[in-house]
């Protein structure tokens, strides 16, 4: 048992080594530009979120067509349509894809000021009052700016080593490596999982970057367990590109210049960071 417990600490750590190691081409990229068709998400004065995240996708996509040529790109949705978050990870598992990359646009809470609006006269025993009348006034406006990109969090963990199992063979480039029967094998498939989790990091950390080069607002690398990073087999991130209920990044968001801008701040990231894998 002793000998066991060694061989499989050892195989976990060349595991966990050779998916860090650089030198690893990136050939597949997955863009997934959020909600669609019925699922407009978040909402501003005169725009919907649905319709940023596809703008600035396909700019996105057409950047690394023309600068990339070795690496093909592969896109959730194209037009007004609205794939599931089950469709969206398939589309990337099936296609044996490098990276996950969503583009989404922040939204702050709706919140509300009681104000008062009159009065009325109530009755209270023998006597009848005056009493005030009060309104809720919802407000959706905000302050708030900046970017931020966010990493699959550990409540989803479970799932994302899953797709891991479900695609091993994508995964580590050797067919049949990971037999599910074998009960070492999910051991080696957390590693892959932790793996997978430190290289999103380094995706968004490059992202934030660029766009704190170019001015915007650096909200950070965040942790949140969302549907859409945990079923793909693969690293993956989120990016928020600016709020919608923002009126200025509003403004901003559904300009062309604007657009471009997002989509060329993401794609900076996303060279800088194959850089680094594959020198």
């Given at each position: 048992m002793h000998y066991r417990s060694i061989a499989l600490a050892l195989v976990m750590t060349l595991f966990s080594s050779a998916i860090l190691a650089n030198g690893k081409k990136i050939t597949k990229i997955v863009l997934d530009a959020g909600?669609?068709?019925?699922?407009?998400?978040?909402?501003?004065?005169?725009?919907?979120?649905?319709?940023?995240?596809?703008?600035?996708?396909?700019?996105?996509?057409?950047?690394?067509?023309?600068?990339?040529?070795?690496?093909?790109?592969?896109?959730?949705?194209t037009d007004d349509s609205y794939p599931t978050l089950v469709d969206r990870h398939e589309i990337a598992n099936k296609s044996n894809a490098d990276l996950f990359i969503a583009v989404h646009v922040n939204s702050t809470a709706f919140t509300y000021t009681r104000i008062k609006e009159g009065t009325r006269t109530v009755k209270k025993g023998h006597k009848r009052v005056r009493v005030p009348v009060y309104k809720s006034i919802r407000h959706h406006e905000t302050a708030a700016n900046g970017v931020e990109t966010y990493v699959?969090?550990?409540?989803?963990?479970?799932?994302?080593?899953?797709?891991?199992?479900?695609?091993?063979?994508?995964?580590?480039?050797?067919?049949?490596?990971?037999?599910?029967?074998?009960?070492?094998?999910?051991?080696?498939?957390?590693?892959?999982?932790?793996?997978?989790?430190?290289?999103?990091?380094?995706?968004?950390?490059?992202?934030?970057?660029?766009?704190?080069?170019?001015?915007?607002?650096?909200?950070?690398?965040?942790?949140?367990?969302?549907?859409?990073?945990?079923?793909?087999?693969?690293?993956?991130?989120?990016?928020?590109?600016?709020?919608?209920?923002?009126?200025?990044?509003?403004?901003?968001?559904?300009?062309?210049?604007?657009?471009?801008?997002?989509?060329?701040?993401?794609?900076r990231g996303i060279r800088a960071y194959k850089a680094d894998v594959e020198k």
């Open positions: 909600h669609g068709g019925k699922d407009i998400g978040a909402r501003g004065q005169f725009s919907q979120e649905k319709d940023i995240t596809l703008a600035v996708v396909l700019k996105l996509g057409k950047i690394m067509e023309d600068s990339m040529r070795d690496v093909q790109v592969i896109y959730t949705r699959l969090g550990l409540k989803r963990n479970s799932q994302k080593e899953n797709a891991i199992g479900e695609y091993s063979d994508n995964v580590t480039d050797e067919p049949g490596l990971l037999d599910e029967k074998d009960p070492e094998t999910s051991i080696i498939i957390a590693q892959y999982s932790q793996a997978f989790l430190k290289r999103s990091i380094t995706l968004g950390t490059k992202i934030q970057q660029q766009f704190a080069n170019e001015g915007r607002t650096d909200l950070g690398v965040k942790q949140m367990s969302l549907e859409v990073l945990a079923g793909s087999a693969m690293p993956g991130v989120l990016v928020e590109v600016g709020f919608i209920n923002n009126p200025a990044e509003e403004t901003y968001l559904n300009s062309e210049a604007g657009q471009w801008q997002v989509a060329h701040d993401i794609y």
